[in-house]
Structure formats: structure tokens, C-alpha cells
């Protein structure tokens, strides 16, 4: 028999997806209009593709998940009007971020496979929230593994921001937009490239664990989600690392809330990758 709680998540789990595919028609839109405009002004522009969670709730490469997730990363927050935008407050723990901006490098295709699938790799996110750790499933998820090991290399994640939280029914803090910013909202950026899903067979989101954001199947980029309590997702998103340290910065920048007030939206402490780094051993 299903209780009162259970069935205020689904319902919870259910709106959200509805939210995340509103939110990534609304991006299909903007971009089709963008491209209209591009053209009739006569300028060239180029944009990487990604995204946060759309199809479900976390999108990345284009789409959010009904988590992602949870992309973004991940599914669109209310936006504030910017003549009136929300106050962002505080954050115990959350210093200023280091100077610099991501570099906003953009690449053809997945890149050549050079990890070690039988080694060990570790990703350190060093945020001016704190630092967190996660050990990386090369064996389950070599593909993944092998694309955060060369996207870390070339300094990608420097300087990106967490673009988004969510707070009910779904608990993840989504990242690796190299295009959100604090108040913008993100969720379409990525590295260039896509690749296949991994590891879904029987794949759960317990608290700590690390996946990829996507927009759909096989539209896996550079965002990603941390789950900082345990969450009901389909198994649609690649789980590629486990939170071994760190878990509590993470628990602490969810436990601030959003900046705008709801249970989906930026996060109220500007969660931002000083470096993120790879590590074999």
C-alpha cells in the first residue's frame, strides 16, 4: 500500500519532470530564435552544446532530468526580474571564489581513450565552499571516467559554477556548465562533444553518489550532478563516482536553500570550481 509520503514524492518527482521538459522546449525555442536572429543581423556565432537535466531531471547537453539530476544538471527555476533580482545571503563555510573564468574550450569529439580501466582514479573539486572527493568508477564507467580525466587536464571545470539545487523530492546540486553563471541560468553548456550512457543497469542514487546529467540517451557532455541525500531516480543517469570525502559541503550549500526561495533553483551560496583535478591511484 502506498503511504501518504510516497505518493507526495511522486507527485513531487512528477511535476518536476513535467518542469524539466517545459524547460527544455523553452531552450529549444531560444535557440531556434537565436539562430533566426544570428542569421538576419549577418553574425556568426559560436556556441558549445550541453546541458543540465531535462528529460527527466537532470539535464546536460540540452535536456533535465526528472532527478539529474538534476542539470542542470540539469526543470527551469523561477527566474527573479533582473530589476528586482533575489538577494543572495551568506553562506557559512563559502569563501569568495578564486579569480578567473572558465575557459571556454570546445572540443570535436569524445577524446581518445587513455585511462587505466583497472586503475583507481580519484576527482578532487576544490569549491570555495570546501573541498569535495569522489572516487571514480573507471571499470563500470570508462568512458566517463576517461572524459573527466581529459577535460580536467585541460582545466574545463575551472571557474564554473553550480547552477543549480534541488531541495524536494529530488536532492542533487548539478554542475559542469561552463556557460551558468550566479544569476543566469544555465544548463546548455558542455564540452563540445557527446557520448554513450554507462553503468544503468540497476543504478541507484543514494546520498554521495556522482552522475551525469543528460538530455536524453547517449547526450552525455561535462555536466554532472552530486547527490547529497538519498533520491528515487530512473536508472538514466551514467553513476560514474562516489563521494568519499565532502559529503557535509555539499549537505551545507543545500541546507542554505536557493537564491530564489524555491525548492529548485541557483543555489543561495555561489558555488563556484576553483580547480577540479583527476588523480590515478
Known sequence: MVSSEQRRRQLAREKYERQMQRRAEAASARRRRNTILGASLAVVVLAGGGTLFASGA????????????ASSAQAAPT???????????????????????PNGKQFKA??????????????????????????LDAAKAPHTVNSFNFLAGEQFFDHTKCHR???????????????ASATVPGGTGGPGYKFADE???????????VAMANSGPGTNGSQFFLVYKDTQLPPNYTPFGKI???LDVVQKIAAAGTL??????????????????????
Open 244 to 246: 568519499t570525502g565532502g
Open 79 to 101: 527566474q527573479a526580474d533582473p530589476t528586482a533580482a533575489p538577494t543572495r545571503k551568506p553562506v557559512e563555510g563559502c569563501a569568495t571564489p578564486a579569480p578567473g573564468s
Open 110 to 135: 569524445e577524446p581518445a581513450m587513455s585511462i587505466d580501466q583497472n586503475a583507481s582514479y580519484t576527482m578532487a573539486l576544490d569549491t570555495n565552499c570546501g573541498k569535495v572527493t569522489v572516487a
Open 260 to 281: 530564489e526561495g524555491g525548492p529548485d533553483g541557483h543555489p543561495m551560496a555561489d558555488v563556484t570550481f576553483n580547480s577540479v583535478t583527476v588523480s590515478k591511484g
Open 165 to 179: 539545487l534541488t531541495t524536494d523530492g529530488i536532492f542533487v546540486l548539478q554542475c559542469g556548465d561552463p556557460t
Open 58 to 69: 537532470f539535464s546536460s547537453d540540452g535536456k533535465d532530468k526528472s532527478a539529474s539530476a
Open 199 to 209: 553503468n544503468l543497469t540497476g543504478a541507484t542514487y543514494p546520498a554521495g553518489t
